[in-house]
C-alpha cells in the first residue's frame, strides 16, 4: 500500500475528474492502493462506473483488488452492483474472474472467506454479488474429487 500524503490524496483526487482517460486510469490505481482508502471511497466507485473508457474500470478494479483485503473487495462488489451497463459489469467481472488469487490454493481459500464475510454484508448490493460469485463456485471437495476421478 501506498502511503499518500494530504496533497497527494487530493491531487489524486483531482486528477480522477480528468476528461483524459489516461489521467483518470493512473488515479484510480494510485487511490486504490493508498493506505487511506476509506478517504476515497466515493471517488473509486465512480472510477469503477466509468462510462467513458474500460481502462478506467479495469485499472481501478485491479488495483482494489490487487490489496487482498475485504474492504477493496467490497468496493468493487457494490460497483458491480451498481453497474447499469452490461459492458461495464462486464469489465469488472472480468477483473473479478481474472484476479490472480485464484491460480492458488491459499488465495482461492482467502477470496472465499472474504466473499463469505461479504455474503452477509449490511448492503444488499454487496451481499447479493458475493452470494452471486459464491453461487458459482463449486465446493473444493467437488473439484478435488473430479480431479482425481479424471486421472
Known amino acids: 500500500m501506498e502511503s499518500l500524503d494530504d496533497q497527494e490524496l487530493g491531487t489524486a483526487v483531482q486528477n480522477a475528474d480528468s476528461p483524459a482517460w489516461s489521467v483518470r486510469a493512473p488515479a484510480g490505481r494510485q487511490l486504490a492502493m493508498a493506505d487511506r482508502i476509506d478517504e476515497a471511497t466515493d471517488v473509486l466507485h465512480r472510477l469503477l462506473l466509468d462510462v467513458h473508457d474500460t481502462g478506467v474500470i479495469q485499472e481501478t478494479a485491479v488495483a ?10 467490497r468496493c468493487v462488489l457494490l460497483a458491480r452492483s451498481f453497474a447499469s451497463e452490461t459492458w461495464v459489469a462486464d469489465e469488472i467481472q472480468a477483473a473479478l474472474d481474472g ?36 453461487a458459482r463456485l463449486r465446493p473444493r471437495e467437488e473439484w478435488a474429487r473430479d480431479t482425481v476421478s479424471d486421472s
Open 64 to 73: 482494489l483488488l490487487e490489496r487482498k483485503d475485504t474492504t477493496a473487495l
Open 99 to 134: 484476479n490472480p488469487e485464484w491460480m492458488t490454493t491459499e488465495g482461492a481459500d482467502q477470496l472465499i472467506k472474504q466473499y463469505r464475510e461479504l455474503a452477509i454484508d449490511e448492503d444488499a448490493g454487496v451481499r447479493d454479488e458475493a452470494q452471486r460469485l459464491l
